[in-house]
């Protein structure tokens, strides 16, 4: 089945840095952008970046441009974001997603991991 692993939260102080990864299967990684979404605690979900299927192209929320590079690894299937900088604002629950083909429904279907907790915090 698909699958999306994400790792590497953890606290961290202002200012502070933290690496992202999302280890994924059970799909053509290579044939699929991918992107990075959190989620802080009594909010909705907000995108922070993109990257296409080759890496290529790469869009970023405004907040985080200059702080956050979100890059993959196509060999390894891994997708991944560095964080520097890191601000409070930046505490939130950081998921891994993608949209994939539904053979049966013949449309586009979102996939989610289980997610990775980054808090930021003096």
């Known amino acids: 089945e698909v699958q999306l692993v994400e790792s590497g939260g953890g606290l961290v102080q202002p200012g502070g840095s933290l690496r992202l990864s999302c280890a994924a299967s059970?799909?053509?990684?290579?044939?699929?952008?991918l992107s990075w979404v959190r989620q802080a605690p009594g909010k909705g979900p907000e995108w922070v970046s993109t990257i296409n299927s080759n890496g290529e192209s790469t869009y970023y929320f405004d907040s985080v441009k200059g702080r956050f590079t979100v890059s993959r690894d196509n060999a390894k299937t891994t997708l991944y974001l560095q964080m520097n900088s890191l601000k409070p604002e930046d505490t939130a629950k950081y998921y891994c997603?993608?949209?994939?083909?539904?053979?049966?429904?013949?449309?586009?279907?979102?996939?989610w991991g289980q997610g990775t907790q980054v808090a930021v915090s003096a």
């Open positions: 997603t993608t949209d994939l083909f539904d053979g049966v429904t013949g449309s586009y279907k979102p996939y």
């Open positions: 059970g799909f053509t990684f290579r044939s699929y952008g």
